[in-house]
């Protein structure tokens, strides 16, 4: 079983329950903020947080 330091600040992983952990991804339209879950890499891209 895999173990991942969590600090209780993330948002739940809405597939597997985990702790998410912040990141960020390129996208189509530039360098976007997401949370990306350790356990299953499931991405949520938060658009709009580092727009020019």
């Known amino acids: 079983m895999e173990e991942f330091a969590l600090d209780g600040d993330g948002p739940v992983c809405p ?3 985990a702790e998410m952990t912040p990141d960020g ?11 990306r879950c350790p356990r299953c890499r499931l991405v949520v891209v938060v658009p709009g947080n580092w727009a020019e």
Do not use: F, K, P, W
């Open 15 to 17: 597939a597997c329950g």
């Open 25 to 35: 991804v390129d996208t189509a339209q530039g360098l976007e903020s997401c949370h």
